[in-house]
Each structure stands twice: as structure tokens, then as C-alpha cells.
T-cell receptor
Framework: GAVVSQHPSRVICKSGTSVKIECRSLDFQATTMFWYRQFPKQSLMLMATSNEGSKATYEQGVEKDKFLINHASLTLSTLTVTSAHPEDSSFYIC?????????????FGDGTRLSIL | SQKIEQNSEALNIQEGKTATLTCNYTNYSPAYLQWYRQDPGRGPVFLLLIRENEKEKRKERLKVTFDTTLKQSLFHITASQPADSATYLCAPYNFNKFYFGSGTKLNVKP
């Protein structure tokens, strides 16, 4: 149980392209999903918290107009990197927090490797 | 601001020994703390969760302790195996967010 599917796993595209990444919780409902970015040999950096039916909360320094997040249902959140440039190349990972009371673990997708040429 | 410290140096141990990984945090009081395993190019995999009112949690060969006075969590793998080689991340939870440590790479040699 508790499977999170992230798609696509890898994207290579030209500078200026917008890229959409999907994050789905397959067997549970997730009121809250998180989006992270990870550079090589570094930790996961939280970019934003996505709550179903409301606007995402972005961490300091993350441009909300650059990284558009939509959480339209309890099982799907999307991250769109708009007008991507080489400096946006990174490993993007989503996670989903099981809905419910009490302390819950978050479950991660397998990440999306984004390479902007 | 919150700070989470894990030993950035790789931990090299012999198969069969116990691996102990450390997670220290400052400037906040997490309601609970999670440990994850991450393999190269993959997303983290959830291992254990320990709450602030729990001292210790076990799952098979894994054991986690949580000392809120020292602001520290220890993660133990007993009878380690080469398949346990990976990067281990701690993630304290507070204010509806998780913040991750940089992770410690564990190498278990046969």
C-alpha cells in the first residue's frame, strides 16, 4: 500500500519550454502533497506544500509564477515548471501525506529528472 | 531557522555489525520524526516514524530513538547487510512541514 506515482521519470527539453510533472497517490487519499527539489549529493529542499482545493504554500525563495502547483483532487497534484531554463535542471520529487488524524508518514514518488538544454 | 544535521561523511561498516546514524536538530521541537532510505536516482522510501512522546521504536532489524532533551534521534540497523547500503535521511515534522537532513551514506561491506 501507500504508493505514489510520479510521471514522467525523465524529461529533456529545450530552454523556454514549460514542463508538467504529475504526482498521484494510487491507493490512498492525500489532502496534502509536497514538492521537493534535490541537487546531486544534497538533501531534499522543500519547494512548496500543496493542499487539495486551495492555493499552494511556497517556501521562501521559490517563485510561485515559475513553479505552478495545482492540487485539484485528493489523489493528484501537478507541478509545472514554466519557461524552463538550464538552471532549473534538477531532480524533482513529490510526496503525499496520508489523510487522517494523528501523525502520518509521507510517501514519495520516484522523482523526475529534468534536464534543460 | 530550523537546522538538521546528519553526519555528511559516509559510514563504512562490515557486514553483520550494527550501523548507528545520528540526526541532530536545532531551533524547533518536532512533533514527530521520520527516517527514510534513498537509493541513487530514486525517491526516499519511508522506514520508521517516532513521536515526541516515544523514546524508542523498532521494526525488524531497525531501531530508532528520539531524545527531545538532546534534540537528537539515533537510527540503528542491526546485523547489517550489503543490501542496506544507501543514503539515510531524517525528517523532523513540525508546523505542517518536513525538513530533511542532508543524509548519511551507509556502505556495508561483505
Amino acid at each position: 500500500g501507500a504508493v505514489v506515482s510520479q510521471h514522467p521519470s525523465r524529461v529533456i527539453c529545450k530552454s523556454g519550454t514549460s514542463v508538467k510533472i504529475e504526482c498521484r497517490s494510487l491507493d490512498f487519499q492525500a489532502t496534502t502533497m509536497f514538492w521537493y527539489r534535490q541537487f546531486p549529493k544534497q538533501s531534499l529542499m522543500l519547494m512548496a506544500t500543496s493542499n487539495e482545493g486551495s492555493k499552494a504554500t511556497y517556501e521562501q525563495g521559490v517563485e510561485k509564477d515559475k513553479f505552478l502547483i495545482n492540487h485539484a483532487s485528493l489523489t493528484l497534484s501537478t507541478l509545472t515548471v514554466t519557461s524552463a531554463h538550464p538552471e532549473d535542471s534538477s531532480f524533482y520529487i513529490c510526496s503525499a501525506l496520508e489523510s487522517g488524524t494523528g501523525n502520518q508518514p509521507q510517501h514519495f514518488g520516484d522523482g523526475t529528472r529534468l534536464s534543460i538544454l | 531557522s530550523q537546522k538538521i544535521e546528519q553526519n555528511s561523511e559516509a559510514l563504512n561498516i562490515q557486514e553483520g555489525k550494527t550501523a548507528t546514524l545520528t540526526c541532530n536538530y536545532t531551533n524547533y521541537s518536532p512533533a514527530y520524526l521520520q527516517w527514510y532510505r534513498q537509493d541513487p536516482g530514486r525517491g526516499p522510501v519511508f522506514l520508521l516514524l517516532i513521536r515526541e512522546n516515544e523514546k524508542e521504536k523498532r521494526k525488524e532489524r531497525l531501531k530508532v530513538t528520539f531524545d527531545t532533551t538532546l534534540k537528537q534521534s539515533l537510527f540503528h540497523i542491526t546485523a547489517s547487510q550489503p543490501a542496506d547500503s544507501a543514503t539515510y535521511l531524517c525528517a523532523p515534522y513540525n508546523f505542517n512541514k518536513f525538513y530533511f537532513g542532508s543524509g548519511t551514506k551507509l556502505n556495508v561491506k561483505p
